[in-house]
């Protein structure tokens, strides 16, 4: 059986969704990226954008998109201020807490945050097991392959 690409793609980005909540490296392009947003101009825009994300249920492509009329975030950059604002809620007073919830994102209480963050782990462990899955099928998709390349 072949790994349908749309279920690699989501495993990718729940990966994606865990590394955020860890200790984690940023690029320079996304650090550079982040520098010429200006927080005091834009932040409430941000904000507000991922607020109403609870009913418009944009994907992050989408919701950079959306913002790009004030800032043209990567996807990386848009996830570092994410990971930011959650991380160091006492220094962004009154936005957030944001979270994944099915593939988008929006803003939750403080204790979905510390909830996520208490079952991380848990949540991390499953990840990896449906990629050892996958991976596992695909093994065996192409072992057959290869079987069968070698027969003809």
Do not use: C
């Amino acid at each position: 059986m072949r790994p349908n690409i749309r279920e690699v793609n989501n495993l990718f980005k729940q990966i994606k969704i865990i590394i955020i909540n860890m200790d984690w490296h940023t690029s320079e392009e996304a650090y550079k990226n982040i520098e010429n947003f200006d927080t005091s101009k834009h932040l409430n825009k941000f904000n507000d954008i991922i607020k109403k994300n609870k009913v418009n249920k944009l994907n992050i492509d989408e919701l950079i998109k959306q913002m790009s009329h004030f800032h043209l975030f990567t996807e990386e950059s848009m996830l570092h201020m994410i990971y930011t604002i959650n991380r160091w809620p006492n220094t962004f007073w009154g936005f957030g807490p944001y979270i994944n919830k099915n593939g988008y994102w929006v803003i939750g209480e403080k204790k979905d945050v510390l909830n996520k963050k208490d079952n991380i782990r848990e949540n991390e462990i499953r990840v990896y097991e449906k990629i050892v899955d996958e991976l596992k099928t695909r093994i065996v998709f192409l072992e057959k392959k290869v079987l069968s390349l070698q027969t003809n």
